[in-house]
Every structure is written in C-alpha cells, then in structure tokens.
C-alpha cells in the first residue's frame, strides 16, 4: 500500500513527473541557447518563472468567461500529468497500463487542443481566436500521422499496450534463438519502416508541443502570444507547466515506442531483481535525452512555417509517409513472419 | 533541394556552436571594448569655460543651460537625460571646455541624477588667449 | 512558513525571471533596434532569465522607447492598465526619458513618465546594449532592496496578495 502511494507521489509519479519536466524545460532551452552560440539559462530557471507566474495577479478582460479561462489550463496539467503516468521510467511497465492505452493516450493528447481552443474562444480576442483556430487545425493534422506511426509499431509488435510494444520491440525486430543468434534474416529490413516512422512521429510531436516549424498556434508578436495571449498569474503557470509534461510525455513516449524505453536492446545483462530497474532507468534517460536533443535540434534549425505551410506539410507529406511506413511493415511481416 | 543544403549548412553551424565556447560577453562581470572615438556622456571642464552661450546655441535637445548672473559668473547645466550625444557642443566649443567621455552606464531611476549643474566664474586669462 | 517567507521567495523568484514586453511609442527605431541587439547571443539576457513575451499580460517589465506621441498616449496607459501586477516600466533612450531630440515638438508629450510611472530610467541616443542590461540589471537589484512590509507604492511587490480583477474597458 505504501509502496503504491510512494509509486504515484514520488517515484515514478507526479513528483519525478514534475521535476522530469522543468528538467526537460531547461534542457531544451540550454541546448537551443549553445546551438545559437549563446550561455543559456540557468538550472533552476524553469522554478523561478514558475513560482513567479503563480504568484503574479490574475486579469480577466471585459466580456471574457473567468471561469473557462481559470478551468482549462488546470484541465490541460491534469491531462498532461495522467499521460505521464502510463510513462514506462524503469521498467517496461508504468504506473497505469491496460490493454489499448496508446489509443487513450492519443485522445488525451487531443484534449489539449480542444481546451486550447476554449481558452481562445473564452478570451474574446481577435488574436486568441485565431490562435486557437490554428491550434486545432494543427492538432488533427498531426493527430492521424502519429496514429498511424503509433499503429505501424502496433503491428510490428503485435500489440496496443505501451509495457507490451516496449518489452517486444527487440524481440519483434531482432528475434533471436536461446543461443543469442538472430534468426529472421528480413531482420534488417525492419529499420527501413522504422525509421520513416520515427521521423514522422517525432515531427508530429514537434506539432503537438507547438514548436517551430509548427509553431504558428503561438506565433509571438505575429498574433501577440496566440491562444493564450490573455491568460495571466497562475492561468499562465498552469498552460506553461502543461507545455512542460508534455515535452517529457512526448519524448517519453517515443523513446518507450520506437527506442524501447528502459528496456536494454542488444545487450544483454543478467542481473538481479533491484538492478534490473537501475540499469533500465539510466538506459531509459540514455535514450530520453537523445529524442530531446533531437527535437530541440529541429526546432532551433528551423523557422516559423505559415499555418497553411503546415497543414499542406502535414497533410500532404507527414501522412502519405506514415502510411508508406505502415505498408512496408504489413509487406515485412507477411513475407517473414 | 537548394533548402536542404541550407538546411545541412546550418545543421554543421549549430554543431559546432555547440562544443565551442559561446561569443557572449558575460556583461556585469567584463566589459565590452569601446570603439575609438565614442560619444559618451558630455562632461564641462568649469575652469575653462568662459560662458559665451555657443555650446547652448548649437546644442538640438536643450540638454545645456547656461544661467548667468552676471559678466563673469552663472551655472552651466547638462542634462544628460535630455543629451542626444551629437558631439556639436565639442566642436563648437574654442576653448576645450566641454568633452564627451567613454561612460555610457548611466542609468537611474530619478531623473535628478542626470542633471550636473556646475557653478562657472569667468577667468579673464583665458579670454585673452 | 509565515507570510513573510513566502513573500521572500516570490521576491526572488520575480527577480530571477523579469519576462519583458517591449513598446514603440513614437520612437525613431533607433532605440528598438538596440533592445533587439540585447537578445543576441553577444549580449545574451537569457542568463539573468530576461525573455521578451509578445504579450503585454505575460510580461513583468514594460520596456518602453520614444516620447510619446499624442495618439499613442491613450494606448500606453491602456497597455499598462492590461499588464498583470507587479508591474514595472523601464523608459529606454533620451527621448523616453526627457524629451531628447523631439525637443519641443507639438505633437508629442515629452517622456513615458508624463503617461505611466516609471521605475529606471536610461538614457542614450540609442543607449548601448550594455547600458539596457544595465538599466534592468539595475532595476533587478532595486527590487531586490525592497522591503515588502514598508512598500506602499502602487508599482511593489506587495500587491501580490490582491484578488483577481476583471479589467474595465478603458476609455480613451
């Protein structure tokens, strides 16, 4: 019982949820800051803007709806610190796990669009509008290329349960015999499919964090601050600190889909039962920090795309090579499997 | 395909921005060199000057005021929060009374400590020269 | 923890992380293009936490360039109004500050503080990237002075404990 309760607070849970976040917050921005040749911010600047946010007073403008703009962003960090949980940190199994939650965690990832654009439309602002307009539109675009990625891995794993596709991922692509040798010689192959997927899954989760190329929902001084120009005090705080968890959600959860999470790939290691979860939680942050440092290298690589750029990019691009991606799986497992 | 190579220009720029050290210059702690020649705050040397009213003439913003008393004696005022940093009151001036320096941190949060305000007595030697 | 303490800890907080918005009101550009240079990595602010937001409701620091002109007067007080308390404006340049080279010129009114108290001052014709940083590095170390219990000031940190307010609509 305690163990459980120490589980959901403090290790893996909303604590370590929390401080993965501001961790993750403060890397991509210390990368982004070297990258541009600048110093960057310091350690503990994500809890300073934070306690500052909460603290600050709150303003809700003339005609607005105070109490969806004081409801949604509370909405967004509940759902943001949920899809957290079913995040496998040390081993393949995370805190919640049923059969199917990939599905649940794509339409909880949605929520964030749809109460992005009740926040907008509750400001009465040309800008907010707009910027929730383009949040939305954003949000299903990428929604169906990261379905599909997510899918593809499904079939290659022959599973929907996030501990599942994790634990079979090595197995499914590198099959092996007790002996250690590699039997299936398509094995290989399977890297073709996956890397397109990655690709497509990692742009998508560019697109679901709002940051350039797709960061027109935003768009600083083009619409002011985009859907939440008018959000202020710990409204403010809350939609930040949503942003945060779902930087760690989303790398996370490409690192537990397509990197095998904490499990340890090729190598193989015989050990005994606590450090079985050490080894998985260094190998799982190994990996982490790798999908971070790559998202935060397309980001500062690349310039702000018009919403129109985006949805054609998304739509015209991301989608048709999801599905490409998806059939050469389909063609892989019927010829081996 | 001419957006890729761009895009793999800059893609070995940030790399190697990101194991080099960074080109920021860590302000409070070290100072950026000035260049030769800068305008900085407008400074009067009182014993030189002889208040012949040229510098106010020429000065655009009003930032010199020059209250006489009588012939020989007035104060000389500079208000560096009204000061565009034009140099005009060096270059009209014939006696090398007024200079503008290198100090440029000069900000405050009373408008009074902009205001300088010297007191000038005229030196007949000077004149003469 | 008292009251006290946790007022200590937003005052730090607040100091770390100054978020800045920045306005034009009726300045020759010389001045904006100097704050812009402040953001580049020579003169990087993001290591004093300094972030420019596009929001005027984001920001904790209004950095404010030109003598106002008189059509801009009433959008700078609204800007202002809209801004989320504590709430600080820095005029930036001789012309913010006193006047400077619209000296006498009929349509303006002659410095941000005729519209809106100001909390720092900097003067320069454009002032240097430096003298900026130094402006709010300035202002930073001003707050970090304040004591709470004896601040009465409309622009102080003690303001913190306040309900939240709906704005009116200001009239112009």
Partial sequence: MIIEIVKIFVFPGIAFILFMAFFSSWMVRKIVARMENRVGPPFLQPYYDM???????????????????????????????????FMPVYSPKGILSFDGDVYFILFLISIHGATAYFV?????????????????????????????????????????????????????????????????????LYLIPWTILIIVAIYSAIGALELSPFSAPHAETEIVHGWSTELTGADLAMTEMADMVNLFNLSALITAIFLGGPRTGLIILNLIEPWTYVIGFLFFLMKFLLVMFILSYIYVLSGRLRIDQIISALWSYFLPLSLIGMLLVLILETIGG | MTSLIGYLSASKQALKNLFSKPVTVMFPAEHVSLPKGYRGTPVLIPEKCTLCMKCERVCPTGAILIEKLDKKNGYFTIDIGKCCYCQECEKACNFDAIHLIDKWLTASDNKEDFVTKHFVQRNGKKKEE | MSDQQLL??????????????????GSCNGCDIEILAVLTPRY??????????????????????????????????????????PKFVVAVGSCATNWGVFHNCYNTLGGIDKVVPVAMYIPGCPPRPEAIVFGVYKLLLKLASLDLEKQEEKDSVSNLTQEPIRSEEVTT
């Avoid at chain 1, 949604?72 to 899809?83: E, F, N, S």
């Avoid at chain 1, 990261?146 to 079979?168: F, H, W």
């Avoid at chain 3, 008189?70 to 202002?80: E, V």
Wanted: glycine fraction near 6%; aromatic fraction near 4%; charge should be positive.
């Fill in chain 3, 44 to 85: 990087d602010v993001e290591r004093f936490g300094i972030k420019l937001k596009g929001s005027p409701r984001h920001a904790d620091v209004l950095l404010c360039t030109g003598s106002v002109t008189r059509s801009m007067a009433p959008r700078l007080k609204r800007i202002y109004n809209q801004m989320a308390d």
């Fill in chain 1, 51 to 85: 306690g500052k946010l909460l603290a600050k007073q709150r303003v809700y403008p003339h005609e607005s709806i105070a109490s969806i703009m004081h409801l949604m962003p509370m909405i967004q960090l509940g759902v943001a610190i949920l899809i957290a949980l």
């Fill in chain 3, 8 to 25: 200590e800890i937003v005052k730090n907080a607040l100091i770390k992380s100054p978020w800045v918005s920045h306005l034009n009101c």
């Fill in chain 1, 120 to 188: 907008g439309w509750a400001s009465r602002n040309p800008y907010t509008i707009s910027g929730a307009g383009r949040a939305v539109m954003t949000e299903i675009s990428l929604e169906i290329p990261l379905a599909v990625s997510i899918a593809s891995m499904g079939i290659m794993t022959k599973s929907i349960r996030i501990s599942e596709m994790t634990e079979k991922l090595g197995i499914s692509m590198f099959p092996r015999t007790e002996t250690g040798e590699i039997v299936n010689k398509l094995t290989w």
